[in-house]
C-alpha cells in the first residue's frame, strides 16, 4: 500500500469516527422538516389549481417552487429508506410511505435500489442499478455505428435532463425491472404500491375537474423528475470521478471521490435537504440530511478529498459521456474524436 493510499484511509477512518456521532436522528428537527416540507406543498399544490385558469404562467412559476418542495419531501423518503431521520422503524416506514405517494416514487422498491447504489456506486459491472448508464471508452468503440448513434442520443441533454427524467418518474418507477433475486422478492410491494397510487389519482379525479388535476400534477411531478435527475447526475458524473471493476473496486474511494460536494447557497441546500453534501451522505448514509451541513463544519479539512462544484461549473459536467479508463476521467464526445484521430483509440 502506497504512502497516499495509506493518509486517505486512514484520513477517512478518523472521519468515520466523527460523523458517526452525527447518526443519532432528531425527533424536534425531523417534525419541523415534515410540517416545513408538507404544508406548504400542499398549499401552494392548492393555489396552482385555482389559478391555472387565470394565470398559466404565473401557475408555472409556483409549480417550479412546488417541485423544489417535493424535492424536500422526497429527500425525507430517501432518509426513511436508509433506515435513518427517526429512530422508529415503524415511524420511518409510516413516514417514508407518505412520502412515497406524494413523490410518485415506490418506497420499498425504491429504497432496495437505492441501496444497491450505495454498495456498488463506481463499480463498472453494475452500471444499470441505480445509476445513469455509462460506457467506457474501450466499450464505445467496440459498438456499431447504430449503437453509438443510440447512445449518444441517450446522453444528448434533451434526453438526459428532460426526457430521461419523465420516462423515470412516470414509467420506470412502476416497473421491476431489476431482475436481481433479492428484488424480485419486493416485486409484490411494487404492484401494491401502483395499486394505491393509482387509486389516489383516480379518486381525486372524480373529487377534481380531473383534466385540471392532471395537468398540476403532472407539471409539478415533471419539474420535480428534471431537478431530481440533475442532482443525481452533478453527484456521479463528474470529471475526476471513481470507476473501478469489482476486482479493484473500494467503498472509501467509491463513497468520497465518486461523490461530488455541491457547494449551493444556502436556500438550495435547504430545498434539497442539504444532499448537495454527497460525499459525506455516501460515507455515511446513516446520518439524517438535517445533521449533514454540521457534518461539513466539524470536519472541514475532509472536503479536499472530494470534487467541490459551484453551479456554473457544474454546467460543464453535461458534456461528460465516456469514462476513460487510462485516464480516469469522464471525457466528451469531442475528445473522444481526438483520441481516435491520434489512433489512440479504433474507429
Known sequence: MDIEKEEFISKVKLALKTLRTYQTPDHKKAIIQILNSFLP?????????????????LSLILAVLNAFFLVRIFIIQHDCGHQTFVSSDRWRKVIGYTCSLVSSVPYFYWAKSHHFHHMNNGM?????????????????????????????????????????PLYYIF??????????????????????????????????????????????????????????????????????????WKNRWEFMYAAIKGSTYYKLPAIMNWFTGNIAIHHIHHLNPAIPNYHLKDCVKSIPWFN????????????????????????????????????VKSGLVPS
Open 41 to 57: 406543498f400542499l398549499g401552494i399544490w392548492v393555489l396552482i389549481y385555482f389559478l391555472w385558469d387565470y394565470s398559466i404562467a
Open 124 to 164: 463498472l459491472e453494475v452500471r444499470d442499478i441505480g445509476d445513469i448508464d455509462t460506457l467506457t471508452v474501450e466499450e464505445y468503440s467496440r459498438l456499431s455505428r447504430f449503437k453509438k448513434i443510440m447512445y449518444r442520443i441517450y446522453r444528448s441533454p434533451i434526453v438526459m435532463f428532460f426526457f430521461g
Open 171 to 244: 414509467i420506470h418507477n412502476r416497473l421491476p425491472l431489476v431482475n436481481l433475486k433479492e428484488f424480485k422478492k419486493l416485486n409484490w410491494t411494487l404492484y401494491v404500491n401502483n395499486l394505491i397510487y393509482a387509486g389516489i389519482i383516480v379518486g381525486l379525479c372524480f373529487v377534481l375537474d380531473w383534466k385540471k388535476f392532471l395537468m398540476v400534477h403532472f407539471v409539478i411531478l415533471s419539474l420535480f423528475a428534471i431537478i431530481a435527475i440533475w442532482f443525481f447526475y452533478i453527484q456521479h458524473q463528474h470529471e475526476n470521478g471513481y470507476k473501478e
Open 304 to 339: 479536499k478529498y472530494t470534487t467541490e462544484l459551484g453551479f456554473w461549473e457544474s454546467l460543464k459536467l453535461a458534456s461528460h459521456k465516456l469514462w476513460d479508463e487510462n485516464q480516469k476521467r469522464m471525457i466528451t464526445f469531442r475528445e473522444y474524436r481526438q483520441m
